[in-house]
């Protein structure tokens, strides 16, 4: 009989509100220095499904909710042949909830948000290339064995945090109401989503940021709100400019979990005029140090749990439920002006370093979304969005360059 | 590798103007390098069928309406005419919406049809002919029609047990029907109810464990 688990609770949101407007689907590559093989990257996906059996789940629906069930489907390489981002979760069709392909030098993993969060999916992906260098290069490591470095039994791979620290929290708390400032102009097309990426330095990054005495974060923090407010009249700066923040719950509740786990801040800012960059820099700082904290981050966790606890929506069917959540979810949108996920370093073993160039990922966004991560040197921010206008991209980059940094930009443009 | 004096960037992939300030660039095509293949729009060739489909059925009404107002003004016979149309269209359109999951669809089409059914009982003089034949025939073929296509598609039990289950809980209905007095003719209703009642049990049976997990399943709250 096949296993099957529930749909952990920032999850639940995704396929009742997936669609060609924002498919939820987000894709992590890692760049070789050499072209890949697909024959080879097939061998290395068999074993690395085998190591992480939870990928091999389809998404079915129930009388009240979506759940997710063990399959025995074979996850196949193909050579890239969808448009970044478009959708993978097809309605009553069985399939897996991603896709690995590959394009000249790229190995690309593309997952529904369902099935995982960024961290989870970044650690498939760290497996997937493992096992391809591996395969590759049968001397690369040192002690010959490729050493898992996800200790954790399947067990706690499958842990729903949410369910695991919701008793934890106490004290109620309400959100309070904001209209953010909304990006508006031509969009793209349905499921199309542009992609604009940087490739720069960490070490001239970092120096920057800590000359203001910042994190990178922070910092970049405040260059994504400055873009944005150089695009917006006198008008709408009667708006905030919010930008929503993923956050990876397990580093303030431990869990082993590879299924979703985040939260998320928003971080505001109100325009009048004439700010510094310095101006908002300062008060970006000061908005990181009073919510990144355990109580700020519990308190959303707390808020999304209650709705699903609430008796009400659990015995409502779920066609009905898809509804009612899909229109929360374009409430919730109006906070937020645009997302900045930023993914962190990936840190592999070091024999593997000769071999890879750069780690990077993007998002499927009814907006505008910015995601970053590094590996060694190599920072890259990549921008997905769902407007035709580069204007907000351009004010970003040439921020950073108009500091002295270099940064190598690669796209992928709608006529 | 391509260069925007204005932005101050390098560009890697190729592009004729830059792809953030759509200024003027320098450098060569030599080194610059896509990391996106390029890909063409799909054309999905069930998109045009059904836009043909349905331009025949709308067609169909409207001429059957022009020749029954042109030839035979006194009698009203195009409204049967289009209200047919309009049923083939639903099942069609049914068919198409679920055709990735042909036991699901089986369940659609086994509602949809009883309920015109219905309608053109109710609308042709009440005969209760819906209820004496259709509603149990329909039972009977969709169970049949769903234990062939799980054995030709070698469908697991976590794909065709809850379908099994609905399609025989369906099945049970004639026999309410027939206790409550609606059904004139008793044979169909009693045949189909007898038959999907011994499914149902030989499901809980033989496969008790499936059942009940696959029930837990589909109904945790
Ligand atoms: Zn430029």
């Given at each position: 009989?096949?296993?099957?688990?529930?749909?952990?609770?920032?999850?639940?949101?995704?396929?009742?509100?997936?669609?060609?407007?924002?498919?939820?689907?987000?894709?992590?590559?890692?760049?070789?220095?050499?072209?890949?093989?697909?024959?080879?990257?097939?061998?290395?996906?068999d074993r690395a499904i085998k190591e992480m059996p939870l990928f091999q789940?389809?998404?079915?629906?129930?009388?009240?909710?979506?759940?997710?069930?063990?399959?025995?489907?074979?996850?196949?390489?193909?050579?890239?042949?969808?448009?970044?981002?478009?959708?993978?979760?097809?309605?009553?069709?069985?399939?897996?909830?991603?896709?690995?392909?590959?394009?000249?030098?790229?190995?690309?993993?593309?997952?529904?948000?369902?099935?995982?969060?960024?961290?989870?999916?970044?650690?498939?992906?760290?497996?997937?290339?493992?096992?391809?260098?591996?395969?590759?290069?049968?001397?690369?490591?040192?002690?010959?064995?490729?050493?898992?470095?996800?200790?954790?039994?399947?067990?706690?791979?499958?842990?729903?945090?949410?369910?695991?620290?919701?008793?934890?929290?106490?004290?109620?708390?309400?959100?309070e109401k904001i209209h953010a400032y909304q990006l508006t102009g031509v969009?793209?097309?349905?499921?199309?989503?542009?992609?604009?990426?940087?490739?720069?330095?960490?070490?001239?990054?970092?120096?920057?940021?800590?000359?203001?005495?910042?994190?990178?974060?922070?910092?970049?923090?405040?260059?994504?709100?400055?873009?944005?407010?150089?695009?917006?009249?006198?008008?709408?700066?009667?708006?905030?400019?919010?930008?929503?923040?993923?956050?990876?719950?397990?580093?303030?509740?431990?869990?082993?979990?590879?299924?979703?786990?985040?939260?998320?801040?928003?971080?505001?800012?109100?325009?009048?005029?004439?700010?510094?960059?310095?101006?908002?820099?300062?008060?970006?700082?000061?908005?990181?140090?009073?919510?990144?904290?355990?109580?700020?981050?519990?308190?959303?966790?707390?808020?999304?749990?209650?709705?699903?606890?609430?008796?009400?929506?659990?015995?409502?069917?779920?066609?009905?439920?898809?509804?009612?959540?899909?229109?929360?979810?374009?409430?919730?949108?109006?906070?937020?002006?645009?997302?900045?996920?930023?993914?962190?370093?990936?840190?592999?073993?070091?024999?593997?370093?000769?071999?890879?160039?750069?780690?990077?990922?993007?998002?499927?966004?009814?907006?505008?979304?910015?995601?970053?991560?590094?590996?060694?040197?190599?920072?890259?921010?990549s921008f997905s969005s769902c407007l035709k206008s580069t204007n907000i991209?351009?004010?970003?980059?040439?921020?950073?360059?108009?500091?002295?940094?270099?940064?190598?930009?690669?796209?992928?443009?709608?006529? | 590798?391509?260069?925007?004096?204005?932005?101050?960037?390098?560009?890697?992939?190729?592009?004729?103007?830059?792809?953030?300030?759509?200024?003027?660039?320098?450098?060569?095509?030599?080194?610059?390098?896509?990391?996106?293949?390029?890909?063409?729009?799909?054309?999905?060739?069930?998109?045009?069928?059904?836009?043909?489909?349905?331009?025949?059925?709308?067609?169909?009404?409207?001429?059957?309406?022009?020749?029954?107002?042109?030839?035979?003004?006194?009698?009203?016979?195009?409204?049967?005419?289009?209200?047919?149309?309009?049923?083939?269209?639903?099942?069609?359109?049914?068919?198409?919406?679920?055709?990735?999951?042909?036991?699901?669809?089986?369940?659609?089409?086994?509602?949809?049809?009883?309920?015109?059914?219905?309608?053109?009982?109710?609308?042709?003089?009440?005969?209760?002919?819906?209820?004496?034949?259709?509603?149990?025939?329909?039972?009977?073929?969709?169970?049949?029609?769903?234990?062939?296509?799980?054995?030709?598609?070698?469908?697991?039990?976590?794909?065709?047990?809850?379908?099994?289950?609905?399609?025989?809980?369906?099945?049970?209905?004639?026999?309410?029907?027939?206790?409550?007095?609606?059904?004139?003719?008793?044979?169909?209703?009693?045949?189909?109810?007898?038959?999907?009642?011994?499914?149902?049990?030989?499901?809980?049976?033989?496969?008790?464990?499936?059942?009940?997990?696959?029930?837990?399943?589909?109904?945790?709250?």
């Amino acid at each position: 009989m096949a296993k099957w688990r529930r749909l952990e609770n920032a999850a639940k949101i995704f396929p009742a509100t997936s669609g060609k407007r924002d498919s939820r689907v987000f894709r992590f590559s890692c760049e070789l220095k050499e072209t890949v093989k697909g024959e080879v990257l097939q061998e290395a996906l068999d074993r690395a499904i085998k190591e992480m059996p939870l990928f091999q789940s389809v998404l079915r629906r129930g009388i009240f909710w979506f759940y997710l069930e063990n399959s025995d489907i074979r996850p196949i390489v193909v050579e890239e042949n969808r448009l970044p981002c478009s959708s993978i979760y097809i309605r009553d069709k069985r399939t897996l909830l991603f896709e690995v392909s590959y394009f000249k030098k790229r190995i690309n993993f593309e997952v529904f948000h369902a099935l995982t969060d960024g961290t989870g999916a970044m650690l498939f992906l760290k497996c997937l290339v493992s096992h391809y260098l591996t395969l590759c290069y049968p001397n690369v490591l040192k002690d010959k064995r490729l050493v898992s470095y996800y200790d954790a039994t399947e067990e706690e791979k499958e842990d729903d945090g949410f369910q695991k620290y919701y008793q934890m929290i106490k004290g109620k708390k309400k959100l309070e109401k904001i209209h953010a400032y909304q990006l508006t102009g031509v969009k793209n097309g349905e499921e199309k989503f542009q992609i604009i990426e940087g490739v720069l330095s960490v070490k001239s990054l970092l120096e920057k940021a800590r000359e203001q005495n910042v994190t990178m974060t922070v910092y970049l923090t405040a260059v994504f709100l400055c873009a944005i407010h150089k695009e917006m009249s006198k008008r709408q700066e009667r708006k905030p400019v919010v930008l929503m923040i993923p956050v990876n719950l397990r580093k303030y509740f431990p869990s082993e979990s590879c299924r979703n786990f985040f939260g998320w801040i928003d971080v505001g800012y109100r325009f009048h005029g004439e700010d510094s960059f310095e101006d908002v820099l300062k008060e970006v700082k000061e908005f990181f140090k009073k919510e990144l904290t355990k109580e700020g981050l519990s308190m959303r966790m707390n808020d999304l749990i209650s709705l699903e606890e609430n008796p009400f929506l659990r015995v409502t069917p779920l066609g009905i439920k898809n509804i009612f959540m899909a229109a929360a979810n374009r409430i919730s949108e109006r906070r937020e002006t645009a997302v900045f996920s930023n993914m962190g370093a990936v840190n592999l073993p070091e024999e593997f370093a000769p071999y890879i160039r750069l780690f990077d990922v993007f998002i499927s966004t009814p907006k505008i979304e910015l995601c970053m991560c590094s590996y060694h040197d190599n920072l890259v921010l990549s921008f997905s969005s769902c407007l035709k206008s580069t204007n907000i991209e351009r004010n970003f980059f040439r921020h950073l360059t108009g500091l002295g940094i270099e940064v190598e930009i690669s796209t992928k443009l709608y006529e | 590798m391509k260069y925007c004096e204005k932005c101050k960037v390098k560009i890697r992939t190729n592009h004729e103007k830059c792809p953030l300030c759509q200024g003027v660039i320098q450098g060569e095509k030599e080194g610059t390098e896509e990391i996106f293949p390029e890909i063409k729009e799909k054309n999905y060739p069930g998109v045009l069928f059904f836009q043909c489909f349905t331009f025949v059925c709308i067609a169909v009404g409207v001429v059957s309406a022009m020749i029954n107002y042109i030839f035979t003004p006194s009698l009203q016979w195009c409204f049967y005419a289009i209200a047919g149309v309009i049923c083939i269209w639903v099942c069609t359109a049914v068919g198409l919406l679920k055709r990735r999951n042909l036991l699901k669809n089986a369940i659609w089409q086994e509602i949809v049809i009883a309920f015109i059914s219905f309608g053109w009982d109710a609308f042709t003089g009440w005969h209760k002919w819906s209820f004496d034949y259709v509603l149990p025939c329909i039972g009977i073929v969709t169970v049949l029609f769903m234990i062939v296509i799980s054995m030709i598609q070698k469908l697991k039990p976590q794909e065709y047990m809850i379908y099994f289950m609905i399609a025989g809980g369906l099945g049970l209905l004639p026999i309410v029907f027939l206790w409550i007095g609606i059904v004139k003719v008793e044979y169909p209703s009693i045949l189909c109810s007898g038959f999907c009642f011994l499914f149902l049990i030989g499901l809980l049976l033989f496969r008790y464990h499936i059942v009940m997990t696959e029930l837990h399943k589909k109904f945790h709250i």
